[in-house]
C-alpha cells in the first residue's frame, strides 16, 4: 500500500485524555479515531491488525470444532424479556425502540439469540454437541468507558455457545476450548496467565478468565510462586492455616479508646498488632441485615458474603441501618452483646484471635481480652476474606503474589440457565425433552488489540509482533524528490510484494525525520531505507524490535526477509 493512498493519521503531541500506552499509540499512529466516549472507527492500519486478531481467533475456533455464525446486533426485547435480563441486567444493557414503539437491545452478548436459533432448529440428542460462534460488534452502556479500546461501548468480540445433552459432553468442549485460547493469545504473542475466576471451586472447573499481564489491568491476580495456581483475586479461596497463640487467655476488659476510629489507630493505641483486632461491620444480604467479622489486617470479600448466602445484592450497611439493627454507632462496632437476633457470620482467621480487641457498641469504648468463643456465638465461621500475599497458595505449595491483569477472554460453563428460561429441549435417547446444557466463550478482539500495544511497544511507538502487523515490511526513500531513490523504492516495492510481504510504501513528500519517527510510531516489524547509496543499489535494513540494523544489496534483501520473517 502507497502511503499517500491510505489514511494515516499520526499525531505528535499525546492525546490529552489518553492515560494508557495503547490508548495514546493507537491514536497517534493513526489506527483508530474517538467518535464519542467509549466509540471509535479503525481507521485502515486499525482494521488490518483486527484482522490479523480475527483470523487467528477464526482458526483455532475452526479447530475446535466451533462453526461460524452471524447474529444481529440489534434484538427484540422480548427475548431479554424472556430470559429475565431485560429486567436484571441494568443500564448496561442499551435499549431502543422502532417506529411502532416496540422496544429493542443492542446487544451486549447473545446467549438470547443463539438459544432461540438452537431451540428452534435442534430436536434430537444426535444434534449435539454443537458450538456456534461469532465475531461481532457489542453495546455495553460502560459506567466508566476509559482506556481506549479496553473499555469501550462499541466493541469487537468473538462470543461462543456450545450446546450439550450431558455436563461431560460441556466438560470436554470446555477443555477444548480452553486449549484454543491458551493457542489463541500464544500466538498473539502475549505473556497471559489463564486464571480461576469460579468462586467455590477450588479446581476452577467452571470458569477460567484469561488475563493478559499489565501494570494497567483492572484485575488483580493471585498466583503461585511455586505451582501453576491463578485465580481472580475476587474470587481466590483462602486456605485456612492459621495458628493460635499460646498464651493465657484473661478476662474481658473494657477501655476508653477516645477518638481512635481505624484499626490501625485502635491497634496502636493499645499496643497491640492489627492481626489481634477484629473488625466488625454490617451488610445488607438482599434484605437481610448481618454481621460479619474479619480479622483487623484482613479484608472482607462480599463477593463470598454475596456467595454464602446465594445472595443477588450485598451492600456494606449504613450508618442509619447499623443504629437501626444494633443502637450503636457504626465506627464502634462489636461482636460482644449484640441483639441475639442478629446473624453473625466471621471468616475463618477470626476463629484463632486469643486475648484480642473489638469494638464495645459504644462510641470510645473497646474491649480488651476478647476470646471469640468465649465472648459471642457466630453462626458460621468460613473464608470471608480477600487472600493477600504472602498468603499460602490454596493449593498448599507456595505462596501468593499477585500481579495485574487485562481480562481478555473469558470461558464460562452456563448450565441450564438460559435453556431452562427460554424452553431449549431436545428429546433423548428414550424420546424425553431435556434442557440443553451450555457453555459460552467471549474474547474480547478489540480489547485483545489494545492489550498487545500495551506489552509491544517503546518511548518512540508500536513494536507489533509479527503475528498481527498490519504490514510486515516498512519502504522508505529518503528523498523522493531523487529519481534514484524513488526509483529503487517503487521497484523494491513491488518486488517485495511480489515475493509475498505486505508492504507500506511511504511515498509521501515529507522530511525524513518525519517519515522515520512515523515508521517508527507505526511500528511495522522491519523498515528499509532507500538512501544515498541506492546507487550502488544498497538499502539500509532496521528491525523494529531490537534496533539492529544493516546495509544489505538489493540481491540479498529477499532472502534475508524470508530468512527472519515468519509468513
Ligand atoms: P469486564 O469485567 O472487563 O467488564 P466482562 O466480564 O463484562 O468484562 P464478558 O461479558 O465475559 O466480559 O465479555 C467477554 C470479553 O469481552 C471479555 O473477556 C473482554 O475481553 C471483552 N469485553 C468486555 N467488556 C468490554 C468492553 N467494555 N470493552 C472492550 N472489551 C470488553
Ligand atoms: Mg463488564
Redesign the pocket.
Known amino acids: 500500500m502507497k502511503q499517500s493512498m491510505t489514511l494515516i493519521p499520526t499525531l505528535r503531541e499525546v492525546p490529552a485524555d489518553a492515560e494508557v500506552k495503547s490508548h495514546q499509540l493507537l491514536i497517534r499512529a493513526g489506527y483508530i479515531r474517538q467518535n464519542t466516549s ?1 466509540i471509535y472507527s479503525f481507521l485502515p492500519l486499525g482494521k488490518k491488525v483486527l484482522k490479523k486478531v480475527e483470523d487467528i481467533v477464526r482458526e483455532e475456533m475452526d479447530n475446535a470444532g466451533a462453526a461460524e455464525l452471524l447474529m444481529p446486533a440489534m434484538q427484540a426485547a422480548e427475548l431479554w424479556q424472556e430470559s429475565g435480563r431485560w429486567y436484571s441486567y441494568g443500564p448496561e444493557l442499551m435499549r431502543l425502540k422502532d417506529r411502532h414503539n416496540r422496544e429493542f437491545a443492542l446487544g ?2 447473545h446467549e438470547e439469540v443463539i438459544t432461540t436459533i438452537v431451540r428452534d432448529e435442534i430436536k434430537s440428542y444426535k444434534k449435539l454437541p454443537l458450538t456456534l460462534y461469532q465475531i461481532q460488534t ?1 453495546f ?1 452502556d ?1 459506567k466508566r ?1 476509559r482506556f481506549g ?5 462499541e ?3 468473538k ?1 461462543a455457545y456450545s450446546f450439550h445433552a450431558s455436563q461431560e459432553s460441556l466438560d470436554e468442549v470446555y477443555n477444548i476450548m480452553f486449549t484454543a485460547y491458551s493457542n489463541i493469545f500464544t500466538r498473539l504473542g502475549l505473556d497471559f496467565r489463564a486464571v480461576i475466576a469460579d468462586s467455590g471451586a477450588m479446581g476452577g472447573k467452571d470458569t477460567h ?2 488475563m493478559v499481564l499489565s501494570e494497567i489491568g ?2 488483580t491476580v493471585a498466583y503461585s510462586t511455586k505451582s501453576g495456581f491463578a485465580a481472580n483475586v475476587e474470587m481466590a479461596p483462602v486456605m485456612a492455616n492459621y495458628e493460635r497463640k499460646t498464651e493465657q487467655i484473661k478476662d474481658l476488659e473494657k477501655i476508653a479508646t477516645p477518638n481512635q476510629k481505624t484499626i490501625e489507630e485502635v491497634a496502636d493505641f493499645l499496643d497491640v498488632s492489627s492481626s489481634d483486632c477484629i473488625k466488625t461491620l454490617g451488610f445488607k444480604v438482599d434484605d437481610k441485615f448481618v454481621v460479619v467479622l474479619v480479622r483487623g489486617d484482613h479484608e472482607i470479600n462480599d463477593i463470598k458474603i454475596k456467595n454464602l448466602y446465594q445472595a443477588s445484592v450485598v451492600d456494606l450497611a449504613s450508618p442509619q441501618e447499623v443504629k437501626e439493627q444494633l443502637g450503636c454507632p457504626i465506627g464502634s462496632l462489636g461482636p460482644i452483646n449484640l441483639p441475639t437476633s442478629v446473624e453473625i457470620v466471621a471468616d475463618a482467621a477470626v476463629e484463632y484471635i486469643v486475648n484480642g480487641v473489638a469494638g464495645a457498641n459504644e462510641e470510645g469504648f473497646h474491649y480488651k481480652n476478647v476470646n471469640p468463643s468465649r465472648d459471642f456465638n457466630i453462626s458460621q465461621y468460613c473464608d470471608l476474606r480477600f487472600i493477600k500475599e504472602g498468603d499460602m497458595s490454596p493449593d498448599g505449595e507456595g505462596v501468593i503474589q499477585f500481579a495485574k491483569g ?5 470461558i ?1 460453563k452456563l448450565g441450564k440457565r438460559y435453556s431452562e428460561a427460554m424452553g431449549a429441549t431436545y428429546l433423548d435417547e428414550n424420546g424425553r425433552a431435556q434442557h440443553m446444557i451450555m457453555g459460552c466463550y ?7 488489540m489494545a492489550a498487545i500495544v500495551e506489552q509491544f511497544h517503546d518511548d518512540n511507538g508500536i513494536v507489533w509482533p509479527d503475528a498481527v502487523t498490519p504490514y510486515q515490511v516498512h519502504v522508505i526513500p529518503v528523498n523522493a524528490k531523487n529519481d534514484v531513490q524513488a526509483g529503487l523504492a517503487e521497484k523494491l516495492y513491488g518486488e517485495l510484494k511480489d515475493a509475498g510481504f505486505s508492504v507500506l510504501y511511504d511515498d509521501r513528500q515529507e522530511r525524513p525525520g518525519v517519515k522515520f519517527a512515523d515508521s517508527d510510531l507505526i511500528g511495522l516489524p522491519v523498515r528499509i531505507t532507500v538512501g544515498k547509496k541506492a546507487e550502488e543499489n544498497v538499502v539500509e535494513l532496521k528491525w523494529r524490535k531490537t534496533g539492529d540494523m544493516e546495509e544489505i544489496s538489493v540481491e540479498q534483501l529477499i532472502q534475508t526477509l524470508r530468512r527472519n520473517i515468519v509468513q
Open positions: 467509549g451486549a452478548t457489542k455495553r460502560e468507558p479500546l479496553l473499555r469501550g461501548r466493541f469487537l468480540m462470543d478468565e484469561f483492572e484485575d487485562i481480562e481478555v477472554g473469558h464460562f467471549g474474547i474480547g478482539v478489540s480489547r485483545v
